[in-house]
């Protein structure tokens, strides 16, 4: 393993570094210049650095940091440095871990291995970080690893599709992977947000109409179902569909026919419907707003995009992906984010999930005036920020995935005992862990 040493010519204190070897392999560096080069040419794993401002500028440390996300960097301070705020900011934002002078090997040891191991794990949660996956998609947490499993095996039949889940989850996303995967790959794919249109237009919209069909009606208009011949048509806020407009959207899945306002004569339009939605569709079904029959035409095959809040570290893996996209349009020297923005946008609930991550990346990048961007320049000042709003159901839904774990937790991961403790079949308890995106927490059956 690779290590490197920020030092000054006189520093006499580091002679424990020197213990390290042979298991690492150390490099000096005496200057910035030196440590840049290492950086780029050998890649080290750990960098211990002295945090002194005669030697090196801080501001000059804190860009190199900043370009150098996957290294793991110790300071090396006395105890009076620590007294300067500039270098407690340094330290708390960009290390992983910091010694005092003089240095204890065995200590240095230790906190040498813990960072080299750390290093390993933010290394294979940043895998890909500057691309997205083949459909399309940022994710390495296990809710995105079932949700793209699944995403494949719902590209390779041509049935209709649920695409449920919160709103700024991505659906249209997840909508174009299935087109781009699908064996209409090659045709149109057609977005239609069906809360966004007006309920006057919204019926001209989807099926089209004939000249003189109303007032206004100069000329014939091909609806966006029949523009989607050959390919995919992704009816985006289904559950807001008129019960008239839902008849209608029956009849073409049951019969691939739609009639254009206006001519009562059918037209016959081979497209596969891909629909979404954030509210509980059989809810609707039972309160009597949605048609029964038209959601179990829908809901043939279900995908469901997990919420940002339960993607773990993929919260700083999109932040990374975006920060790499639109690069362009920040300020003069910002070089990534901060350790404290990094745990601040791992606390934060997002209620406005991926494209709230976004937007507030896209702020900061522009208004952030240092070179890493920290909690205040996303807006998440813990001192600032507002109480979340919850609603029942995220409550309900919260309150429902704690009992599963706090059953699994106390029955050692045991199905069968976790299911006789919350009082339901162990069928159920696999339908909540699939839910919930469990699986991966070890469950297993009664020996």
Same mark, same amino acid.
């Given at each position: 393993?690779?290590?490197?040493?920020?030092?000054?010519?006189?520093?006499?204190?580091?002679?424990?570094?020197?213990?390290?070897?042979?298991?690492?392999?150390?490099?000096?560096?005496?200057?910035?210049?030196?440590?840049?080069?290492?950086?780029?040419?050998?890649?080290?794993?750990?960098?211990?650095?002295?945090?002194?401002?005669?030697?090196?500028?801080?501001?000059? %440390?804190?860009?190199?940091?900043?370009?150098?996300? %996957?290294?793991?960097?110790?300071?090396?301070?006395?105890?009076?440095?620590?007294?300067?705020?500039?270098?407690?900011?340094?330290?708390?934002?960009?290390?992983?871990?910091?010694?005092?002078?003089?240095?204890?090997?065995?200590?240095?040891? !230790?906190?040498? =291995?813990?960072?080299?191991?750390?290093?390993?794990?933010?290394?294979?949660?940043?895998?890909?970080?500057? &691309?997205?996956?083949?459909?399309?998609?940022? @994710?390495?947490?296990?809710?995105?690893?079932?949700?793209?499993?699944?995403?494949?095996?719902?590209?390779?039949?041509?049935?209709?599709?649920?695409?449920?889940?919160?709103?700024?989850?991505?659906?249209?996303?997840?909508?174009?992977?299935?087109?781009?995967? &699908? +064996?209409?790959?090659? /045709?149109?794919?057609?977005?239609?947000?069906?809360?966004?249109?007006?309920?006057?237009?919204?019926?001209?919209?989807?099926?089209?109409?004939?000249? /003189?069909?109303?007032?206004?009606?100069?000329?014939?208009?091909?609806?966006?179902?029949?523009?989607?011949? =050959?390919?995919?048509?992704?009816? *985006?806020?289904? =559950?807001?569909? +008129?019960?008239?407009?839902? +008849?209608?959207?029956?009849?073409?899945?049951?019969? +691939?026919?739609?009639?254009?306002?206006?001519?009562?004569?059918?037209?016959?339009? *081979?497209?596969?419907?891909?629909?979404?939605?954030?509210?509980?569709?059989?809810?609707?079904?039972?309160? /009597?707003?949605?048609?029964?029959?038209?959601?179990?035409?829908?809901?043939?095959?279900?995908?469901?995009?997990?919420? %940002?809040?339960?993607? @773990?570290?993929?919260?700083?893996?999109?932040?990374?992906?975006?920060?790499?996209?639109?690069?362009?349009?920040?300020?003069?020297?910002?070089? @990534?984010? &901060?350790?404290?923005?990094?745990?601040?946008?791992?606390? !934060?609930?997002?209620?406005?999930?991926?494209?709230?991550?976004?937007?507030?990346?896209? $702020?900061?990048?522009?208004?952030?005036?240092?070179?890493?961007?920290?909690?205040? *320049?996303?807006?998440? *000042?813990?001192?600032?920020?507002?109480?979340?709003?919850?609603?029942?159901?995220?409550?309900?839904?919260?309150?429902?995935?704690?009992?599963?774990?706090?059953?699994?937790?106390?029955?050692?991961?045991?199905?069968? $005992?976790?299911?006789?403790?919350?009082?339901?079949? $162990?069928?159920?308890?696999?339908?909540?862990?699939?839910?919930?995106?469990?699986?991966?927490?070890?469950?297993?059956?009664?020996?």
């Amino acid at each position: 393993m690779r290590l490197a040493v920020l030092q000054g010519a006189g520093d006499t204190g580091l002679v424990a570094v020197d213990a390290l070897r042979p298991e690492w392999d150390v490099q000096r560096c005496a200057n910035l210049n030196e440590l840049s080069a290492a950086l780029h040419e050998r890649t080290p794993q750990v960098v211990l650095f002295r945090a002194d401002e005669a030697l090196v500028p801080l501001e000059s %440390l804190e860009g190199l940091v900043a370009g150098s996300p %996957l290294v793991q960097w110790i300071a090396l301070v006395t105890p009076e440095e620590l007294e300067d705020p500039r270098v407690r900011r340094l330290v708390a934002q960009t290390c992983t871990d910091y010694q005092t002078l003089p240095l204890d090997a065995v200590r240095l040891r !230790h906190t040498v =291995g813990h960072a080299a191991g750390m290093g390993r794990l933010r290394a294979r949660v940043m895998e890909g970080v500057t &691309s997205p996956s083949e459909l399309g998609l940022v @994710g390495a947490s296990p809710v995105m690893l079932k949700l793209m499993r699944g995403l494949e095996k719902v590209a390779a039949v041509d049935a209709p599709v649920l695409v449920h889940g919160e709103t700024g989850t991505g659906k249209e996303l997840v909508a174009r992977a299935i087109h781009a995967r &699908s +064996s209409r790959r090659r /045709g149109p794919f057609v977005a239609v947000n069906c809360g966004a249109l007006p309920p006057t237009l919204i019926h001209s919209e989807l099926f089209g109409h004939e000249r /003189g069909a109303f007032t206004g009606a100069a000329s014939r208009r091909i609806g966006r179902i029949e523009t989607a011949r =050959g390919g995919t048509v992704f009816l *985006d806020e289904i =559950g807001d569909l +008129s019960a008239e407009l839902q +008849s209608h959207l029956l009849r073409f899945l049951e019969e +691939s026919t739609i009639e254009r306002l206006g001519n009562g004569d059918p037209i016959r339009v *081979d497209a596969r419907v891909i629909a979404a939605t954030h509210v509980d569709l059989e809810g609707a079904v039972a309160e /009597g707003r949605f048609r029964e029959d038209l959601y179990y035409r829908l809901n043939v095959l279900r995908l469901d995009t997990p919420p %940002l809040r339960e993607r @773990g570290d993929d919260i700083e893996l999109l932040a990374r992906f975006f920060f790499q996209r639109y690069r362009s349009e920040s300020a003069p020297g910002v070089r @990534g984010f &901060s350790r404290e923005a990094i745990a601040a946008m791992q606390q !934060h609930p997002w209620p406005g999930n991926v494209r709230e991550l976004l937007n507030r990346v896209r $702020r900061a990048l522009v208004m952030s005036e240092r070179r890493l961007i920290g909690a205040a *320049d996303l807006g998440l *000042d813990r001192r600032a920020r507002p109480r979340r709003q919850e609603t029942l159901e995220r409550a309900r839904i919260a309150a429902e995935r704690e009992a599963v774990l706090g059953s699994l937790r106390a029955n050692r991961n045991n199905v069968t $005992r976790a299911a006789q403790q919350l009082g339901v079949s $162990r069928v159920t308890l696999y339908r909540l862990l699939d839910k919930h995106g469990l699986r991966s927490h070890g469950a297993a059956e009664a020996q």
